[in-house]
T-cell receptor
């Protein structure tokens, strides 16, 4: 079974619209860490955020915000007032403290922002 | 500058010809890992290493070898490449905490491999 599920394969929005990328994870550990990475068309992987399982506070960074809900095992990512530069593939990932050796990625969501 | 470097960035080879993709990091990270990225499959972990001389299989290790003789280097070896190993490969490194979780991974620029 997938440990990290990103059900949205592709999303297209018009510039300035808000968009939410969904991430659902599966773990039995009580201590774990969740991450979001961005992969722009140039191909590199850029770290965006890390959250641990004990901190459910939502986080905002400029136009980016993250909603972590343990009750639904979700760690969703919202981009407000999207811009063309936000066009990229976004990956959600999980690292577990007990079996903390492996890093699990979702299959990614490809976001296209149309000008 | 803190970074993970990979070489080569692009490689076209033929079936069966042994190749090595190098990976090096200058952040003194204990943990290093290799991933392959394929359309629709996301990133899948091939091998990882928790420290020097300690390596273990990820989700898709078949056809690959690794070694960790020095902390900074983690080469990926394809002894007999096949066309199904055509992919985009990423090396990553991270700090490993005492409570054993793997912290934020920092990625190299990627190596695009084509096996004919």
């Amino acid at each position: 079974a997938q440990k990290v599920t990103q059900a949205q394969t592709e999303i297209s929005v018009v510039e300035k619209e808000d968009v939410t990328l969904d991430c659902v994870y599966e773990t039995r550990d009580t201590t774990y860490y969740l991450f979001w990475y961005k992969q722009p068309p140039s191909g590199e992987l850029v770290f965006l955020i890390r959250r641990n399982s004990f901190d459910e506070q939502n986080e905002i960074s400029g136009r980016y915000s993250w909603n972590f809900q343990k009750s639904t095992s979700s760690f969703n990512f919202t981009i407000t007032a999207s811009q063309v530069v936000d066009s990229a593939v976004y990956f959600c990932a999980l690292s577990e403290a007990v079996s903390g050796n492996q890093f699990y990625f979702g299959t990614g969501t490809s976001l296209t922002v149309i000008p | 500058e803190a970074q993970v470097t990979q070489n080569p960035r692009y490689l076209i080879t033929v079936t069966g010809k042994k190749l090595t993709v190098t990976c090096s990091q200058n952040m003194n990270h204990e943990y290093m890992s290799w991933y392959r990225q394929d359309p629709g499959l996301g990133l899948r972990q091939i091998y990882y290493s928790m420290n020097v001389e300690v390596t273990d299989k990820g989700d898709v290790p078949e056809g690959y070898k690794v070694s960790r003789k020095e902390k900074r280097n983690f080469p990926l070896i394809l002894e007999s490449p096949s066309p199904n190993q055509t992919s985009l490969y990423f090396c990553a490194s991270s700090y490993r905490h005492r409570d054993r979780y793997t912290d934020t991974q920092y990625f190299g620029p990627g190596t695009r491999l084509t096996v004919l």
